[in-house]
Protein backbone atom coordinates (compact mmCIF):
# COMPACT_ATOMS: atom_id res chain seq x y z
CA UNK A 1 0.00 0.00 0.00
CA UNK A 2 2.53 2.17 0.70
CA UNK A 3 4.48 1.24 -2.60
CA UNK A 4 1.19 2.40 -4.71
CA UNK A 5 1.16 5.65 -2.75
CA UNK A 6 4.47 6.58 -3.07
CA UNK A 7 4.19 5.52 -6.64
CA UNK A 8 1.17 7.59 -6.88
CA UNK A 9 3.05 10.51 -6.08
CA UNK A 10 5.19 10.00 -7.48
CA UNK A 11 3.91 9.72 -11.48
CA UNK A 12 1.54 12.67 -10.56
CA UNK A 13 4.60 14.84 -9.61
CA UNK A 14 6.62 14.21 -12.73
CA UNK A 15 3.08 14.85 -14.85
CA UNK A 16 2.91 17.89 -12.89
CA UNK A 17 6.54 19.12 -13.38
CA UNK A 18 6.22 18.35 -17.49
CA UNK A 19 2.81 19.85 -18.21
CA UNK A 20 4.46 23.47 -15.96
CA UNK A 21 7.61 23.01 -18.50
CA UNK A 22 5.43 22.59 -21.41
CA UNK A 23 2.79 25.51 -19.99
CA UNK A 24 6.32 27.79 -20.09
CA UNK A 25 7.53 26.63 -23.54
CA UNK A 26 3.94 26.87 -25.22
CA UNK A 27 4.00 30.70 -23.80
CA UNK A 28 7.35 31.46 -24.98
CA UNK A 29 6.24 29.97 -28.25
CA UNK A 30 3.30 32.11 -28.92
CA UNK A 31 1.00 28.81 -28.70
CA UNK A 32 -1.93 29.99 -26.79
CA UNK A 33 -4.14 27.16 -27.19
CA UNK A 34 -1.65 24.86 -26.51
CA UNK A 35 -0.43 27.02 -23.16
CA UNK A 36 -4.38 26.55 -22.12
CA UNK A 37 -4.55 22.62 -22.61
CA UNK A 38 -0.74 22.69 -20.68
CA UNK A 39 -2.61 24.87 -18.03
CA UNK A 40 -5.67 22.77 -17.19
CA UNK A 41 -3.86 19.96 -17.33
CA UNK A 42 -1.70 20.65 -14.52
CA UNK A 43 -4.37 22.11 -12.67
CA UNK A 44 -6.28 18.78 -13.00
CA UNK A 45 -3.02 16.95 -11.63
CA UNK A 46 -2.44 19.02 -8.57
CA UNK A 47 -6.04 18.60 -7.65
CA UNK A 48 -5.73 14.95 -8.16
CA UNK A 49 -2.30 14.96 -6.09
CA UNK A 50 -4.61 16.87 -3.39
CA UNK A 51 -7.31 14.44 -3.31
CA UNK A 52 -4.73 11.69 -2.84
CA UNK A 53 -3.11 13.21 0.14
CA UNK A 54 -6.58 14.32 1.49
CA UNK A 55 -7.73 10.24 0.86
CA UNK A 56 -4.35 9.53 2.66
CA UNK A 57 -4.77 11.83 5.66
CA UNK A 58 -8.72 10.50 5.70
CA UNK A 59 -7.38 6.45 5.84
CA UNK A 60 -4.64 7.42 8.15
CA UNK A 61 -7.31 8.62 10.79
CA UNK A 62 -9.97 5.76 9.78
CA UNK A 63 -7.33 3.63 10.21
CA UNK A 64 -6.23 5.34 14.02
CA UNK A 65 -10.07 5.21 14.75
CA UNK A 66 -10.47 2.12 14.27
CA UNK A 67 -7.45 0.84 16.17
CA UNK A 68 -8.75 3.27 18.77
CA UNK A 69 -12.08 1.26 19.03
CA UNK A 70 -10.90 -2.13 19.05
CA UNK A 71 -8.55 -1.41 21.86
CA UNK A 72 -11.56 0.09 23.42
CA UNK A 73 -13.36 -3.46 23.09
CA UNK A 74 -10.93 -5.27 24.17
CA UNK A 75 -10.57 -2.97 27.72
CA UNK A 76 -14.27 -3.26 27.74
CA UNK A 77 -14.21 -6.85 27.39
CA UNK A 78 -11.79 -7.70 29.80
CA UNK A 79 -13.66 -5.55 32.47
CA UNK A 80 -16.39 -7.41 31.51
CA UNK A 81 -14.75 -10.73 32.45
CA UNK A 82 -13.58 -9.10 35.48
CA UNK A 83 -16.50 -7.82 36.93
CA UNK A 84 -18.24 -11.38 35.95
CA UNK A 85 -15.43 -12.97 37.83
CA UNK A 86 -15.51 -10.89 40.80
CA UNK A 87 -19.29 -10.89 40.96
CA UNK A 88 -19.05 -15.23 41.25
CA UNK A 89 -16.57 -14.40 44.58
CA UNK A 90 -13.86 -17.24 45.75
CA UNK A 91 -14.36 -20.76 43.99
CA UNK A 92 -15.47 -23.44 46.44
CA UNK A 93 -13.84 -26.59 45.76
CA UNK A 94 -15.81 -28.90 43.21
CA UNK A 95 -18.20 -26.02 42.38
CA UNK A 96 -16.87 -26.24 38.66
CA UNK A 97 -14.32 -24.52 36.29
CA UNK A 98 -12.44 -21.52 36.90
CA UNK A 99 -9.59 -19.55 38.80
CA UNK A 100 -9.53 -20.76 42.28
CA UNK A 101 -8.37 -16.81 44.19
CA UNK A 102 -7.03 -17.17 47.48
CA UNK A 103 -5.97 -21.03 47.33
CA UNK A 104 -4.18 -20.60 49.93
CA UNK A 105 -7.09 -19.92 52.52
CA UNK A 106 -8.57 -22.92 52.20
CA UNK A 107 -9.05 -25.40 54.65
CA UNK A 108 -7.26 -27.79 51.90
CA UNK A 109 -4.43 -25.74 51.92
CA UNK A 110 -3.69 -25.91 55.70
CA UNK A 111 0.19 -26.10 54.97
CA UNK A 112 0.31 -22.57 53.45
CA UNK A 113 -0.99 -21.16 56.43
CA UNK A 114 2.43 -20.73 58.13
CA UNK A 115 3.41 -18.24 54.52
CA UNK A 116 1.71 -14.99 56.28
CA UNK A 117 3.44 -15.17 59.43
CA UNK A 118 6.68 -15.84 57.99
CA UNK A 119 6.03 -13.02 54.89
CA UNK A 120 5.00 -10.36 57.80
CA UNK A 121 8.45 -11.17 59.95
CA UNK A 122 10.13 -10.95 56.37
CA UNK A 123 8.90 -7.08 56.21
CA UNK A 124 9.41 -6.44 60.05
CA UNK A 125 12.78 -7.08 59.30
CA UNK A 126 13.59 -5.52 56.37
CA UNK A 127 11.83 -2.40 57.08
CA UNK A 128 14.21 -2.00 60.42
CA UNK A 129 17.50 -2.86 58.12
CA UNK A 130 16.40 -0.08 55.60
CA UNK A 131 15.61 2.61 58.77
CA UNK A 132 19.28 1.69 60.12
CA UNK A 133 20.93 2.21 56.33
CA UNK A 134 19.50 5.42 56.10
CA UNK A 135 20.32 6.85 59.62
CA UNK A 136 24.16 5.71 58.82
CA UNK A 137 23.60 7.32 55.59
CA UNK A 138 22.23 10.33 57.30
CA UNK A 139 24.84 10.85 59.57
CA UNK A 140 28.29 10.06 57.17
CA UNK A 141 27.36 11.41 53.89
CA UNK A 142 28.30 14.89 52.98
CA UNK A 143 25.85 17.41 51.47
CA UNK A 144 27.57 17.48 48.06
CA UNK A 145 24.39 17.59 46.34
CA UNK A 146 22.82 20.49 47.83
CA UNK A 147 26.45 22.32 47.37
CA UNK A 148 26.62 21.85 43.78
CA UNK A 149 22.90 23.18 43.17
CA UNK A 150 23.81 26.02 45.12
CA UNK A 151 27.16 26.64 42.63
CA UNK A 152 24.87 26.40 39.93
CA UNK A 153 22.09 28.77 41.31
CA UNK A 154 24.79 31.31 42.25
CA UNK A 155 24.65 33.59 38.84
CA UNK A 156 21.06 34.16 40.23
CA UNK A 157 22.14 35.50 43.48
CA UNK A 158 21.71 38.54 44.94
CA UNK A 159 24.52 41.14 45.18
CA UNK A 160 26.39 41.67 48.68
CA UNK A 161 25.15 45.14 49.22
CA UNK A 162 21.72 44.72 47.27
CA UNK A 163 20.33 46.65 44.42
CA UNK A 164 21.99 49.30 45.58
CA UNK A 165 25.19 47.94 45.29
CA UNK A 166 25.27 47.90 41.55
CA UNK A 167 24.11 44.14 39.95
CA UNK A 168 25.99 42.06 37.43
CA UNK A 169 23.89 41.13 34.23
CA UNK A 170 23.14 37.68 33.73
CA UNK A 171 25.07 35.63 31.17
CA UNK A 172 23.19 36.18 27.77
CA UNK A 173 22.21 32.45 27.09
CA UNK A 174 19.23 31.77 23.87
CA UNK A 175 15.69 31.66 24.92
CA UNK A 176 14.11 28.28 24.94
CA UNK A 177 12.76 27.13 21.46
CA UNK A 178 14.92 29.55 19.71
CA UNK A 179 16.07 29.20 16.28
CA UNK A 180 19.96 29.21 15.80
CA UNK A 181 20.79 32.39 13.56
CA UNK A 182 22.76 29.76 11.31
CA UNK A 183 19.57 27.66 10.62
CA UNK A 184 17.75 31.28 10.43
CA UNK A 185 20.37 32.56 7.88
CA UNK A 186 19.92 29.59 5.97
CA UNK A 187 16.16 29.46 5.67
CA UNK A 188 16.36 33.58 4.79
CA UNK A 189 18.95 32.53 2.13
CA UNK A 190 16.70 29.75 0.59
CA UNK A 191 13.73 32.01 0.97
CA UNK A 192 15.46 34.89 -1.07
CA UNK A 193 16.92 31.98 -3.74
CA UNK A 194 12.99 31.00 -4.22
CA UNK A 195 11.60 34.83 -4.40
CA UNK A 196 14.57 35.59 -7.10
CA UNK A 197 13.69 32.54 -9.26
CA UNK A 198 9.98 33.46 -9.30
CA UNK A 199 10.84 37.17 -10.01
CA UNK A 200 12.67 36.29 -12.41
CA UNK A 201 10.37 33.76 -14.54
CA UNK A 202 8.08 36.09 -14.28
CA UNK A 203 9.63 39.19 -15.50
CA UNK A 204 11.47 36.89 -18.41
CA UNK A 205 8.18 35.47 -19.38
CA UNK A 206 6.47 38.78 -19.03
CA UNK A 207 9.67 39.89 -21.53
CA UNK A 208 8.68 37.13 -24.09
CA UNK A 209 5.12 37.52 -24.42
CA UNK A 210 4.29 41.45 -24.31
CA UNK A 211 3.13 42.87 -27.37
CA UNK A 212 6.31 45.54 -28.64
CA UNK A 213 5.33 48.16 -30.78
CA UNK A 214 5.15 47.94 -34.42
CA UNK A 215 8.11 47.73 -36.65
CA UNK A 216 9.23 46.82 -39.47
CA UNK A 217 12.49 44.48 -40.57
CA UNK A 218 15.22 45.91 -42.72
CA UNK A 219 14.66 43.62 -45.92
CA UNK A 220 11.68 44.10 -48.29
CA UNK A 221 9.41 41.33 -47.13
CA UNK A 222 9.53 37.97 -45.41
CA UNK A 223 8.78 34.55 -47.07
CA UNK A 224 7.45 31.88 -45.20
CA UNK A 225 6.94 28.03 -46.52
CA UNK A 226 4.01 26.57 -44.41
CA UNK A 227 3.14 22.46 -44.50
CA UNK A 228 -0.41 21.75 -43.76
CA UNK A 229 -1.38 17.83 -43.24
CA UNK A 230 -4.62 16.57 -42.52
CA UNK A 231 -6.43 13.53 -41.43
CA UNK A 232 -8.98 11.94 -43.57
CA UNK A 233 -9.48 14.98 -45.67
CA UNK A 234 -9.19 15.81 -49.46
CA UNK A 235 -7.09 18.12 -50.86
CA UNK A 236 -9.11 21.10 -51.35
CA UNK A 237 -10.24 21.01 -47.84
CA UNK A 238 -6.70 21.17 -46.89
CA UNK A 239 -6.49 24.15 -49.04
CA UNK A 240 -9.10 25.94 -47.62
CA UNK A 241 -8.05 25.19 -44.08
CA UNK A 242 -4.79 26.49 -44.40
CA UNK A 243 -6.33 29.51 -46.39
CA UNK A 244 -8.29 29.86 -43.02
CA UNK A 245 -5.85 29.52 -40.86
CA UNK A 246 -3.30 32.23 -42.54
CA UNK A 247 -6.46 34.60 -42.50
CA UNK A 248 -6.75 33.88 -38.66
CA UNK A 249 -3.30 34.27 -38.25
CA UNK A 250 -2.72 37.29 -39.98
CA UNK A 251 -3.99 40.07 -36.99
CA UNK A 252 -1.91 38.10 -34.88
CA UNK A 253 0.93 40.82 -35.53
CA UNK A 254 2.00 43.95 -34.10
CA UNK A 255 2.10 45.10 -37.31
CA UNK A 256 -0.87 44.36 -39.66
CA UNK A 257 -0.47 42.18 -42.33
CA UNK A 258 -1.68 44.21 -45.22
CA UNK A 259 0.19 42.76 -48.57
CA UNK A 260 0.25 39.71 -47.23
CA UNK A 261 -0.38 36.32 -49.76
CA UNK A 262 -0.56 33.06 -49.62
CA UNK A 263 -0.04 30.61 -52.94
CA UNK A 264 -0.59 26.98 -52.61
CA UNK A 265 2.73 24.92 -54.24
CA UNK A 266 1.87 21.04 -54.40
CA UNK A 267 1.11 18.35 -51.94
CA UNK A 268 0.08 20.37 -48.94
CA UNK A 269 2.94 22.73 -49.08
CA UNK A 270 2.29 26.70 -49.40
CA UNK A 271 4.41 29.79 -49.51
CA UNK A 272 3.47 33.07 -48.20
CA UNK A 273 5.13 36.37 -48.66
CA UNK A 274 4.34 39.81 -46.28
CA UNK A 275 5.52 43.04 -47.46
CA UNK A 276 7.34 44.87 -45.96
CA UNK A 277 9.39 42.62 -43.89
CA UNK A 278 8.31 41.76 -40.11
CA UNK A 279 10.46 42.21 -37.78
CA UNK A 280 12.07 39.20 -35.45
CA UNK A 281 9.27 39.47 -32.82
CA UNK A 282 6.70 39.37 -35.33
CA UNK A 283 8.39 36.71 -36.99
CA UNK A 284 8.20 35.02 -33.96
CA UNK A 285 4.64 35.25 -33.10
CA UNK A 286 2.96 34.72 -36.45
CA UNK A 287 4.93 31.26 -36.51
CA UNK A 288 3.30 30.36 -33.38
CA UNK A 289 -0.14 31.53 -34.24
CA UNK A 290 0.58 29.12 -37.76
CA UNK A 291 1.92 25.86 -35.51
CA UNK A 292 -0.80 26.12 -32.98
CA UNK A 293 -3.65 24.59 -35.22
CA UNK A 294 -7.37 24.95 -33.63
CA UNK A 295 -8.48 23.72 -37.07
CA UNK A 296 -9.96 20.17 -36.75
CA UNK A 297 -8.04 17.45 -38.48
CA UNK A 298 -5.34 19.77 -39.67
CA UNK A 299 -1.42 20.10 -38.48
CA UNK A 300 0.20 23.10 -39.82
CA UNK A 301 3.90 23.08 -39.68
CA UNK A 302 6.28 25.77 -40.85
CA UNK A 303 9.18 24.54 -42.36
CA UNK A 304 11.33 28.37 -42.90
CA UNK A 305 11.26 31.72 -43.07
CA UNK A 306 13.35 34.01 -45.09
CA UNK A 307 13.83 37.52 -46.04
CA UNK A 308 13.45 38.80 -49.80
CA UNK A 309 16.00 41.64 -50.98
CA UNK A 310 14.56 44.36 -52.97
CA UNK A 311 16.64 42.72 -55.98
CA UNK A 312 15.24 39.20 -55.38
Same mark, same amino acid.
Given at each position: ???????????????????????????????????????????????????????????? =????????????????????????????????????????????? %???? %??????????? +???? +???????????????????????????????? +?????????????????????????????????????????????????????????????????????????????????????????????????????????????????????????????????????????????????? =???? %??????
Amino acid at each position: MRTARMAAYFFGGAAALGAAAYLVIYLYRWQWQRALVSGVLLLVIEVLLLGLAALDRISR =LERRVREGDRRQEDILAQLRAAEREARRGPRVPGAGPGRQRFAWL %SQEE %SRTFVFVPVLM +AAGV +ALSGLAWVVERVARATVRPAASRRLAGRLAPL +AAPPGGLAGGARELPERPALGSVPARRRLLRAGAFGIAALLCVGLYSGLSALTETQPPERGGEAATSLLLSVEGNGITEARAELAAHQLWERCRDSTALPLRDAGMTPLSDGLFAATVSPSLSEHDAHRLRGCLEDTSIDRIRATV =LGTG %SLTAAG
